[in-house]
């Protein structure tokens, strides 16, 4: 399967902003919805934005939704969540998995059986 490695979290006022990156081990991230997800402290894992590999179809949480844009570049092989005006609810470990797929309902499942990476973690607080 196709892995992938978060990077870009790290400690953040509320109002600032952070880009995260989720890059790909294989040329072929075209043909792959990928999803960024969250879980923060003592809360289930949830979905945050995913973005379909064929066309630009996406989706946002409400929580997140004009605040939160997802992109990729596919010669990169890299998927960016871009997270302006942080909250403190933000707070959590972001992950990013190809295993989903985007909804027009809308809303975007999370359908895989493996292991999550190891994430980055974003701190909003001062």
């Known amino acids: 399967q196709v892995q992938f490695v978060e990077s870009g979290g790290g400690l953040v006022q509320p109002g600032g902003s952070l880009k995260l990156s989720c890059v790909a081990s294989?040329?072929?991230?075209?043909?792959?919805?990928i999803g960024w997800f969250r879980q923060a402290p003592g809360k289930e894992r949830e979905v945050v934005s995913c973005?379909?590999?064929?066309?630009?179809?996406?989706y946002y949480v409400d929580s997140v939704k004009g605040r939160f844009a997802i992109s990729r570049n596919n010669a990169k092989k890299t998927v960016y969540l871009e997270m302006n005006n942080l909250k403190p609810e933000d707070t959590a470990v972001y992950y990013c998995?190809?295993?989903?797929?985007?909804?027009?309902?809308?809303?975007?499942?999370?359908?895989?059986?493996?292991?999550w990476g190891k994430g980055t973690a974003v701190t909003v607080g001062s």
């Open positions: 998995a190809n295993e989903v797929v985007v909804l027009p309902t809308p809303d975007c499942h999370y359908y895989g059986m493996n292991s």
């Open positions: 294989t040329f072929s991230l075209q043909h792959y919805a």
């Open positions: 973005i379909n590999g064929i066309d630009s179809t996406t």
